[in-house]
C-alpha cells in the first residue's frame, strides 16, 4: 500500500475509507454544476473533500479535488479553477499525492486554452502552487518551460532566459536523464540568443559528452554540438569548432546523410587548417588526413595535404588553386561558409594566410640552420618587417626556435650547445663519475676484509 504523507512530510494513516461516498457525491455534484449551480456544487465538494482530508484517505480526497478542477474547466470558469488550486493547496494537513493528482489534472488543460493571457495566468497559479515542493519539481520544471516559451514567442528573450535558468534539472531526482539533458539544452539556446556567452559556458558543463556516446539520442547530441559551435565561432576559438564539427561527422544519422556528411568533414578540415599550431592541433590535422571519406571531396583533401606534408606553401598559388572553391564554391564543390563575404569570413581568410606563413617558418626550421631575413621574406611572400613580426610571434609561443641578428640581417635556427644541453651535459657525467667512485669504494673495502681474514 502506498504511504500516505501530509504537506509536511509526516506520514498519517488512514481512519476511514470513503470510496462509496465519493462515488454517490461526486456524480451529485457534477449534475449540479451541469444545470448551472457551480457554486452549489463546488461548496459539495469542498466538503468532502475536507471529511475525506482529515481521515487521510488519499485516494478519495484525490478523486475529489480533480473533480473540483473538472467541473471549473468544464464551465469554462478559470477565475475559480485558480482560486481552487491555491485553497486546496493550502489547506491544513492537505495530502501530498492528492495535491500532485490535482496539479497534473490542471496541468493538461494548458494546451486547451486559447487566449494567451488565460494561459499564462494559470501558469503562474501553477508555479505558485508548486514552488518549493520537490514532489512537484518534474511538473513545476515543464510547466516553466512552456512559460519560457511563450516569453519567446512574444519577443522578450531575455525574460524567458531569465525564468528557464531558476530550473536546476540537473538536481531533479525525478527527472529522467534525457529529459534533463533536453531542458539543459534550451537553457544554453537562450542563452546563446541573449548573447549571455559567459553563462553559456557555465551552463554547458553541466552536460557529460558521455551521454552521447551510445548514440541513442542522436538528435540531443546534433543540437548539443551545434549549440556548442555557435559557441566556439563567437569565442573564435577554432580548435574546439573542429572537435566539435567531428563529432557531428562521427554521428550514424550524419553519415547516412551524403551532403550533412560532406559538410560536417570540410568544416572538421578547415578548422583543423585555421586552428593555432600545436601537439594536439597537429595530431588532430593528422588523424584526419587518415579520413577514408576524404577521397569524396578532393579539394579540402589537397588542402589538408599541403599542411602535412613537409613542404612551402606558396600563397599566391594557393590562392590561384583554392580561393574560388573555398570562398564561393564550383559547380561540383560547394563552400562551406567559413570564408563568405562577411567580417567574420575575412577574419577567417586572413587567419588562413597567417596559418600558410607559420606552416613555412616551422619547414623553414626544418630544413635551414641560418637564413638571411631578407631570403626568408622572399619565401613567406612577405616584407623583411612583416616576416620578422610573424617569426618573433612563433618564438614567443615557443612553436620554433629562433634567433635574429639585425645588423647582419641572419635568422639562426639551430640552437647553441649551451644552457640547458650544457647543464644537462654535465649532470650526466657527474652521475658516471659518482657511480665509478661508489664502485672503487667496494671494491677497496672487499679488498681490506680479505687481507684482514688471511691475517
Avoid at 462509496?20 to 459539495?44: F, H, R, V, W, Y
Avoid at 588553386?321 to 564561393?328: C, D, I, S, T, V
Wanted: proline share 2%; charged share 30%; with cysteine.
Amino acid at each position: 500500500m502506498e504511504t500516505v504523507t501530509d504537506m509536511k512530510g509526516n506520514i498519517v494513516k488512514m481512519e476511514e475509507d470513503y470510496t462509496e461516498t465519493c462515488d454517490k457525491q461526486i456524480p451529485e455534484a457534477e449534475s449540479m454544476a451541469d444545470t448551472g449551480n457551480l457554486l452549489g456544487a463546488l461548496e459539495a465538494l469542498l466538503s468532502l473533500e475536507k471529511l475525506t482530508r482529515t481521515a487521510a484517505d488519499m485516494l478519495s480526497t484525490g478523486r475529489v479535488m480533480v473533480s473540483i478542477m473538472k467541473m471549473c474547466f468544464a464551465a469554462k470558469n478559470l477565475d475559480l479553477l485558480n482560486e481552487h488550486l491555491v485553497i486546496l493547496t493550502k489547506r491544513r494537513g492537505q495530502l501530498k499525492q492528492a495535491v500532485t493528482k490535482m496539479v497534473q489534472e490542471a496541468v493538461t488543460y494548458l494546451p486547451q486554452i486559447d487566449s494567451k493571457e488565460e494561459t499564462i495566468k494559470l501558469i503562474d497559479t501553477l508555479r505558485t502552487v508548486t514552488a518549493g515542493k520537490i514532489y512537484l519539481e518534474l511538473e513545476r520544471a515543464r510547466i516553466t518551460r512552456q512559460l519560457a516559451e511563450l516569453k519567446e514567442a512574444d519577443g522578450d528573450v531575455d525574460e524567458a532566459a531569465n525564468i528557464l535558468q531558476e530550473l536546476q534539472v540537473e538536481t531533479y531526482g525525478s527527472m529522467e536523464k534525457k529529459e534533463k539533458v533536453d531542458f539543459i539544452l534550451e537553457q544554453i539556446r537562450l542563452c546563446l540568443a541573449k548573447k549571455d556567452y559567459i553563462r553559456t559556458q557555465i551552463i554547458s558543463k553541466k552536460i557529460s559528452t558521455k551521454f552521447f556516446e551510445s548514440d541513442n539520442e542522436q538528435d540531443l547530441k546534433l543540437k548539443f554540438y551545434q549549440l556548442m559551435i555557435e559557441l566556439a565561432v563567437h569565442e573564435g576559438k577554432y580548435l574546439p569548432i573542429c572537435r566539435h564539427y567531428r563529432a557531428v561527422f562521427d554521428t550514424p544519422k550524419i553519415a547516412e546523410d551524403e551532403a550533412k556528411r560532406t559538410l560536417a568533414l570540410k568544416n572538421v578540415v578547415m578548422y583543423s587548417v585555421l586552428a593555432e599550431y600545436d601537439h594536439e592541433q597537429a595530431d588532430f590535422l593528422t588523424r584526419t588526413s587518415q579520413e577514408p571519406r576524404l577521397e569524396e571531396i578532393p579539394v579540402y583533401e589537397k588542402i589538408l595535404k599541403c599542411f602535412t606534408t613537409l613542404e612551402l606553401i606558396h600563397w599566391v598559388s594557393f590562392c590561384g588553386q583554392y580561393e574560388e572553391a573555398l570562398r564561393k564554391g564550383t559547380a561540383t564543390n560547394e563552400a562551406t561558409g567559413v570564408f563568405d563575404d562577411t567580417e567574420k569570413g575575412n577574419k577567417a581568410w586572413e587567419n588562413l594566410r597567417k596559418r600558410v606563413v607559420e606552416h613555412n617558418i616551422r619547414i623553414m626550421e626544418k630544413y635551414y640552420s641560418r637564413i638571411s631575413m631578407k631570403r626568408m621574406a622572399v619565401l613567406l611572400d612577405l616584407s623583411p618587417n612583416e616576416a620578422e613580426k610573424f617569426l618573433s610571434e612563433l618564438v614567443t609561443r615557443k612553436t620554433v626556435f629562433a634567433k635574429i641578428d639585425r645588423p647582419a640581417g641572419i635568422v639562426v635556427f639551430r640552437r647553441s650547445a649551451e644552457s640547458e644541453d650544457t647543464l644537462n651535459g654535465w649532470a650526466r657525467d657527474t652521475d658516471k663519475v659518482m657511480e665509478l667512485i661508489n664502485k672503487t669504494m667496494h671494491l677497496i673495502t672487499k679488498e681490506q676484509m680479505v687481507h684482514q681474514l688471511i691475517h
